[in-house]
């Protein structure tokens, strides 16, 4: 007897399964009990997948309906585009900018002054001309061929008023050398294709010179035409530079980047001599978008090796200013296929390949022909599975479209020869009077015969060894609608991390790939179904014109971020902060030290004061209406010996000793006497006395941090510790960045298991670590000092700078006072401060400035 399985709407919705496009209000089906299922269809092993898939394609039923309930507007048919995530009230009013290395048109010179344009249907178009909808869109790219004034004049015209296409000229011998620079040095390297010493893919600096004009040809275009508001979407790895072209010229302009290959691994990268001007070209822009979060990974793991950047998973912090980083997959036009499916011309050419092909499964493959598609390995492959398989031998036959490349070189040459070889030699192997194996065809193809091939393969084979995103797979997928074809997709491509469902591959392990192969051929119905159903949903799910709403979406929020970051944090200027200085009688400063009053060294020992900041100090403490204090996380001997003698404040170990300023008498009657040279200050201990976090309960416990981190460092490489009387620093500035951040993050594990029951806590900081007595830090030491004070010294006058995480509970604390308060951090990131500078040695400018007012002469 058999029962039936039911499932609460909640755990349905909650099983984390993507939604379905398909606009059919579907009546909600039972599933049929494990033991029924496996009666069925003979798949005892396979249940457990083909039940989940059940599962989902309930889950997506459900989903249609409640769309339906809510009258979600949706389109019918696969055509249906995902619903635009552009909300109207963050919509600007300004222009989209979209600027390719080539603008995606075609020129006819054929009737002499009165050239034919003809427009591209494929790669960005359809994207770019549905954003037409929401925004007036101008396109900016090159021609790819040179033409006298005369005939660009023309051109301009005819292609802005026309199409809103605004062509870039740049001099031959410079676009030559610019294009030889992307292709040769660039596109290879980005592929994992290493750089030669001589010959085509060695880097020259005269092609490293025409690449940087040709960018600044496409800025100079850009800003004659640039609005205020504007919007400047820039593409793939020929314009890496000019993002920070353009934000040096526009500081506020908002421009989007994004990437259309992978991007290599720090190691392969590190090979290029031009590597930093490239990626600090990109980061001038707001949102940089790739493919996968490997090309994400790769590219933060530069920033932070290279460039000595604080990175996160989704953000980079570029000294003052903050560039987001995101996955955006990109998809196909669904719409030009659907269409081409149901012209007379690809039905009628499905009919005669099946003909043609009658009784064999077809195996596809459709590259350009270039040694980063795989091409050899995948017929290597095809070898050792008719070897390994021979039954197979004379019912299936393999398709190689390879497309031939536009720059043709002598390395193309030479591999199209050895392809041609390898075809020839595998075709003489396996061939016989009525069996030929392998179709190589090394030729342009029209699309309705592409439409064609996709429809009738019953595998497609991707075997690149490295490639952006691969969309050969999302049209095959597409086009195989009623047919259930298997991809076998190489794990090195970009569409590998979307597609579910995908057989995937390593294309340098032959013998694995030939398995895939016959596993492809020899899947029951069921489960080709079952795989090519979680595909499709996929690709109509993730098109491109999705693609291009989801990033512009995500690029509006990023921007409006950062202007209402900008508003909470804004420079700190001179001029305010002298007026504000100059009308107040009481003023109280507090400053860290490292990263504030002197920039960070590799060595602790070496950020000494320099003599200009010891006499700006100085020259503050010694007016009488100033109160100087620096609060540090160093120990109070290295204080007394740095900055003693400027008769400042000084609070070591974050607050836990201290000493007044020089002749106070506020704080234990304390007043020196001699001059500056003989003074040395007294240090207090402002909660030593506390029963709960006594001096001896602290040491103990720093025994046992000691001993944890100890190892910690002789693990991590360019790593070390420091010790004070109540506190431990661990710095790992110097280590590698992704293995130190890793080895902190477990130190931190090691210590909070090990001191849950002592007075110490744990802090992690920029690139430091730090273990400490809990309730000491900046923010109690500053309430300490107000609490000291007698109401007529409470200051009207606050200047509290800082660059560290230990430094934003003393922001947050002077905000509480009545006066005049300026919190400023080092370098503009997210922080309680309400203002920023970008160095130490914009904070030494600043405070001369205010010293060189002060109503004290030395």
């Not at 008769?647 to 002749?663: D, H, Q, S, T, V």
Request: a negative charge; glycine letters at 4%.
């Amino acid at each position: 007897m058999s029962s039936s399985i039911s499932f609460s709407e909640a755990e349905l919705l909650d099983s984390g399964m993507s939604r379905s496009t398909s606009m059919e209000l579907p009546t909600l089906q039972i599933l049929e009990t494990r033991e029924e299922e496996e009666t069925k269809h003979g798949i005892g092993e396979e249940s457990e997948e083909v039940l989940l898939n059940k599962i989902q394609n309930i889950q997506l039923q459900l989903a249609e309906i409640r769309e339906l309930k809510a009258n979600v507007l949706t389109t019918k048919g696969v055509e249906r585009v995902s619903q635009s995530r552009l909300r109207k009230d963050v919509i600007p009013t300004s222009r989209l900018l979209v600027v390719t290395s080539r603008l995606p048109v075609t020129v006819d010179w054929s009737n002499r002054n009165k050239p034919t344009i003809t427009v591209s249907s494929g790669g960005l178009v359809p994207a770019i001309f549905y954003l037409k909808k929401k925004f007036p869109v101008f396109w900016f790219g090159a021609l790819g061929t040179c033409w006298d004034v005369e005939r660009q004049d023309i051109l301009k015209h005819k292609l802005e008023t026309e199409y809103g296409f605004i062509p870039v000229f740049s001099q031959f011998h410079d676009y030559e050398m610019y294009q030889s620079f992307c292709n040769s040095v660039l596109w290879p390297l980005f592929h994992y294709l290493l750089l030669h010493v001589e010959g085509e893919r060695s880097f020259r600096v005269e092609a490293w010179e025409a690449y940087k004009r040709a960018n600044m040809d496409f800025v100079k275009v850009i800003m004659e035409h640039y609005q205020s508001q504007d919007f400047i979407w820039i593409h793939d790895f020929h314009l890496l530079l000019v993002p920070k072209m353009i934000r040096e010229r526009c500081p506020s302009a908002s421009i989007g980047f994004f990437l259309h290959t992978p991007f290599p691994s720090s190691e392969v990268y590190r090979m290029l001599p031009n590597r930093r001007e490239l990626v600090e070209g990109v980061l001038g822009s707001d949102l940089i978008g790739f493919h996968s979060y490997d090309y994400a990974r790769h590219f933060l793991s530069v920033c932070s090796r290279l460039l000595g950047l604080d990175v996160r998973p989704n953000a980079v912090d570029n000294r003052t200013t903050q560039v987001s980083i995101g996955i955006f997959p990109l998809g196909i036009d669904t719409t030009l296929f659907s269409k081409a499916l149901e012209t007379r011309t690809v039905k009628d050419r499905i009919q005669q390949l099946t003909s043609q092909f009658k009784d064999k499964k077809i195996i596809i493959g459709v590259d350009r022909l270039d040694y980063i598609k795989g091409i050899p390995h995948k017929l290597l492959a095809i070898e050792c599975f008719l070897d390994t398989f021979p039954e197979w031998i004379g019912h299936c036959v393999f398709i190689q479209v390879a497309i031939p490349s536009i720059s043709a070189s002598g390395d193309y040459y030479r591999f199209r020869a050895e392809m041609y070889q390898l075809v020839g030699r595998l075709n003489g192997k396996f061939s016989s009077m009525d069996y030929v194996p392998i179709h190589f065809l090394n030729q342009m193809i029209s699309f309705e015969d592409l439409c064609a091939l996709y429809s009738i393969g019953d595998v497609a084979m991707i075997t690149s060894l490295r490639d952006g995103m691969n969309l050969v797979s999302y049209e095959y997928i597409y086009c195989q609608h009623n047919h259930y074809g298997v991809l076998i997709l190489s794990e090195l491509t970009g569409a590998a991390h979307s597609l579910p469902g995908a057989i995937l591959c390593n294309p340098w392990n032959t013998e694995e790939v030939a398995d895939c192969i016959h596993k492809s051929l020899s899947m029951s119905e069921q489960e080709r179904k079952m795989k090519h159903q979680k595909l499709y949903r996929y690709v109509i799910s993730h098109t491109c014109i999705s693609w291009g709403d989801h990033f512009v979406s995500d690029w509006l929020e990023t921007i409006s971020e950062r202007r209402q970051m900008e508003l909470q944090l804004q420079p700190l200027h001179v001029e305010t902060l002298l007026e504000a200085y100059q009308t107040s009688h009481r003023r109280l400063f507090l400053f860290d030290y490292d990263g504030t009053l002197t920039s960070y060294r590799t060595v602790p020992e070496l950020a000494r004061p320099s003599s200009h900041l010891l006499y700006i100090l100085k020259k503050l403490s010694s007016d009488v209406q100033n109160r100087v204090f620096v609060i540090s996380g160093r120990d109070k001997n290295t204080l007394s010996s740095w900055l003693a003698m400027t008769g400042i404040g000084l609070a070591a170990e974050y607050g836990m000793y201290y000493c007044w300023p020089k002749n106070e008498e506020i704080l234990h009657n304390q007043q020196t006497e001699g001059g500056d040279k003989d003074w040395v200050p007294l240090w207090y201990s402002w909660i030593s006395n506390e029963k709960n976090i006594s001096l001896e309960r602290i040491t103990q416990s720093l025994t046992i941090a000691k001993d944890i981190l100890k190892r910690f460092e002789e693990c991590t490489p360019g790593s070390f510790m420091s010790e004070k009387e109540t506190c431990l620093t661990w710095h790992f500035r110097d280590a590698d960045p992704d293995f130190a951040f890793s080895q902190a993050m477990e130190a931190r594990q090691h210590l909070e298991q090990a001191l849950m029951e002592t007075p110490l806590e744990i802090l992690m900081g920029q690139k430091i670590l730090y273990v400490r007595p809990k309730g000491v830090d900046k923010g109690s030491f500053v309430q300490f000092i107000l609490a000291k004070l007698q109401p007529s010294q409470l200051p009207d006058f606050i200047l509290c700078i800082g660059d560290d995480r230990t430094d934003e509970q003393m922001f947050q604390q002077v905000e509480s006072t009545q006066a005049k308060v300026f919190t400023c951090s080092v370098g503009r990131k997210y922080t309680k401060a309400h203002y920023f500078v970008p160095d130490a040695h914009h904070v030494l400018s600043i405070l001369e400035q205010l010293a060189e007012t002060s109503q004290t002469k030395l």
